[in-house]
């Protein structure tokens, strides 16, 4: 068996929360170094992805294992260091907690890791994304596992054709639930639908063979205010029993509205990117999503290939750079500024509060 862990952070951004200096990945690179010499890492690679630090591991100690989770804490100490030397924007910032208690887990990381037995061909493509919250892979994973308009194999692959399970979180209640696709897509949308509150999970294979993962951890549930936006990742296995790499892209050629942008509190088109584009600068934004494609070999990384770094998702940036302007033109006005209730970062209570005393009854 294989472990692969994506867990990330932002530990300060270049400039305001723009992207991951350079030294940071450095410094990072050489902690995990030392990690690969002492064999608890089979492999590593580091990523960025706007102002979040990725760090993608394999390793044989199963998920939630003590030692790596405190080996990514330490990388992530390391970056903060050097945030802080430069005094990059907001070091440490997802470092909810100054002391690790053996899981990263509702400290502020974001987590996405699964224990898996390699196959004859191990492709995986890691998604990391920025500027927007756990909930922005429902619509993804959606229309890769359970929609035969976006893969083909749900049709004409006997090995994809009976569908998948979905396990989805609710965020808010700390409940999970399995729902099987294609019989039960309808009341799996319904969920997933409000990507706020309901977030898959899980896929699996009608064997239980996982296919999917992301992380779902949520910084304002876990800090109880605004802290930051999610920027999520999850890991999707494709071919064979699981759909195409193609299948597994083809979603981001549709820049899907997700919540996230300025200050975490706008609606923004998900624009697929090149690692080297995925510096959000308009608005903060618009949120972005980067694709690191992996062949596993005994449990060896062998890549990345930067999926999106294809003229095939040209009109997928160009597409989410109209949507963009016409969203922008509605400034502070819903839905393009989110609603009330999902405002985690806002001056409202300030505002309320300075015109307290001025509000009167109406008769
Ligand atoms: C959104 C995000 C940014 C910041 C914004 C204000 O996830 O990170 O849009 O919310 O730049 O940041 P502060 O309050 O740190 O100046
Ligand atoms: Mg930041
Ligand atoms: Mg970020």
Not at 48 to 70: E, F, P, V, W, Y
Not at 277 to 285: C, K, L
Request: charged content about 25%.
């Amino acid at each position: 068996m294989v472990t692969i862990s994506a867990i990330k952070a932002d530990v300060g951004g270049f400039p305001g929360h723009h992207s991951v200096h350079p030294e940071i990945v450095k410094a990072a690179e050489k902690h995990l170094s030392k990690a690969k010499r002492s064999k608890l890492l089979v492999d590593f690679r580091v990523l960025a992805c706007g102002d979040d630090l990725q760090l993608i591991m394999t390793h044989r100690k199963g998920i939630d294992n003590k030692k790596i989770h405190s080996l990514a804490w330490n990388t992530f100490v390391e970056g903060t260091k050097v945030a802080k030397r430069l005094k990059l924007y907001g070091a440490g910032q997802d470092l909810l907690s100054s002391a690790f208690a053996g899981n990263v887990r509702g400290m502020g990381p974001g987590i996405a890791e699964m224990e898996i037995e390699e196959r004859k061909s191990e492709p995986i493509v890691v998604f990391m994304a920025d500027k927007t919250e756990a909930g922005a892979w429902n619509f993804a994973l959606y229309k890769i596992f359970a929609d035969p308009f976006n893969t083909a194999g749900l049709v004409v692959s006997p090995s994809v054709a009976q569908g998948f399970k979905f396990e989805v979180y609710d965020l808010f209640e700390k409940k999970k639930v399995i729902l099987k696709t294609p019989e039960e897509s309808y009341q799996l949308l319904a969920l997933i639908g409000a990507s706020e509150r309901y977030v898959v999970k899980r896929v699996y294979t009608r064997d239980d063979v996982v296919g999917a993962v992301t992380s779902t951890e949520s910084l304002n549930l876990i800090a109880g205010k605004y802290v930051g936006k999610d920027d999520p990742v999850m890991i999707v296995r494709a071919q064979h029993e699981f759909p195409a790499l193609g299948e597994v892209l083809e979603p981001f050629a549709f820049p899907y509205l997700v919540k996230g942008w300025m200050r975490g509190s706008h609606h923004g088109p998900f624009m697929p990117t090149s690692f080297a584009q995925a510096r959000p600068s308009r608005f903060d934004g618009p949120p972005r999503v980067i694709a690191a494609g992996f062949q596993l070999a005994n449990g060896r990384l062998v890549g990345p290939e930067d999926l999106f770094d294809d003229p095939s998702f040209d009109r997928a940036r160009q597409r989410a750079n109209e949507i963009a302007d016409y969203l922008m033109q509605n400034g502070p006005f819903e839905p393009h500024r989110l609603g009330i209730g999902e405002m985690e970062y806002t001056t409202i209570p300030a505002v309320l509060e300075k015109l307290k005393k001025r509000f009167k009854p109406i008769k």
